[in-house]
Nanobody, 127 residues
């Protein structure tokens, strides 16, 4: 079965950097799209960044543009999120999601998904 495992979260001071990783298994990466979401206590889950087409189109939330970079490994079964210039408001649980690209409704301005596959999350705390 499909499994997503995130890692790389932690505690960092404002202005610092973290690199999140999401290792995917149980499916062939062809035709699958992946993304990062986050949820802070008392807030709704929001899309942070996604690769939402097989061609590699990317989405970034306005709040992270210019600071975060999403990328995939060569085999496209690992997803990364390089987070620079972190701010306290970036503190949240970060989740990786994956599913067929048809399950993603994204553009450069918005991103929604009905992805069936989610990781367990990795905590990011910025102080």
């Amino acid at each position: 079965h499909v499994q997503l495992v995130e890692s790389g979260g932690g505690s960092v001071q404002a202005g610092g950097s973290l690199r999140l990783s999401c290792a995917a298994s149980g499916y062939t990466s062809s035709g699958y799209c992946m993304g990062w979401f986050r949820q802070a206590p008392g807030k709704e889950r929001e899309a942070v960044a996604a690769i939402y087409t097989a061609g590699g189109s990317t989405y970034y939330a306005d709040s992270v543009k210019g600071r975060f970079t999403i990328s995939q490994g060569n085999a496209k079964n690992t997803l990364y999120l390089q987070m620079n210039s972190l701010k306290p408001q970036d503190s949240a649980m970060y989740y990786c999601a994956a599913d067929h690209c048809g399950q993603w409704d994204c553009s450069s301005d918005y991103c929604y998904t009905d992805a069936d596959y989610w990781g367990q999350g990795t905590q990011v705390t910025v102080s």
